[in-house]
């Protein structure tokens, strides 16, 4: 079945330095891809998404490549504040027939950015 | 935001009893979904729906059902509780395939 894997955290970076987050998956067709974030005692927010190859999604200083040759779809931003502090999850969306589809999650990279 | 309400926000049960927790949404979005959240695993889907009345499994669907007889709500039912369900569940709703999700606040079930 599908499945998406991320790097494991928590990830902890100074204010101003550079961030990715590695995110891989697996899928039997043409899935779109997704990052959400998390903020503490929130629900997930939507972040960047791409439905196809080479597809890159921006948001907010955050950019994601849709890298069908490699399936990866990873998460960078050049300059990450503290406010950037969250949970960000990589999914996967995939048609399961019937016109519906169901949404994959990785297990979540918690994000601290200090001062 | 989306107009996405959860109920109850917190629940305290005990083993065994029946539990239901209820999503409703003002978006008139056709697809609703409920996911669970636990340390390690991040958001596993336990049902979803394209429709009234059309609901699916998701991946982690035993000891739960759903119902949705009307647009706006999709509840989620414990049949008897036990403590692995005790978890933080989310209400999630969409227009679409590839249509963002809108989140709810979530609900924090603990079972006793």
């Known amino acids: 079945g599908d499945s998406v894997t991320q790097m494991e955290g928590p990830v902890t970076l100074s204010e101003e330095a550079f961030l990715t987050i590695n995110c891989t998956y697996t899928a039997t067709g043409y899935p779109s891809l997704f990052w959400y974030v998390q903020y503490p005692g929130e629900g997930l927010q939507l972040l960047l998404k791409a439905t196809k190859a080479d597809d890159k999604g921006s948001n907010k200083g955050f950019e994601a490549t849709y890298r069908k040759e490699t399936t990866s779809f990873h998460l960078e931003k050049g300059s990450v504040q503290v406010s950037d502090s969250a949970v960000y999850f990589c999914?996967?969306?995939?048609?399961?027939?019937?016109?519906?589809?169901?949404?994959?999650f990785g297990k979540g990279t918690k994000l601290s950015v200090i001062p | 935001d989306a107009g996405i309400t959860q109920s109850p926000r917190h629940k305290v049960t005990e083993t065994g009893t029946p539990v239901t927790l209820r999503c409703h949404q003002t978006e008139n979005h056709r697809y609703m979904y409920w996911y669970r959240q636990d340390p390690g695993h991040g958001l596993r889907l336990i049902h979803y729906s394209y429709g009234v009345k059309d609901t699916d499994k998701g991946e982690v669907s035993d000891g739960y059902s759903v119902s949705r007889s009307k647009t706006e709500d999709f509840l989620l039912t414990l049949e008897s509780a036990t403590s692995s369900q005790t978890s933080v569940y989310f209400c999630a709703i969409s227009r679409g395939r590839d249509e963002k999700l809108f989140f709810g606040s979530g609900t924090q079930l603990s079972v006793l």
């Open positions: 999914a996967l969306s995939e048609n399961s027939g019937a016109g519906s589809y169901q949404l994959t």
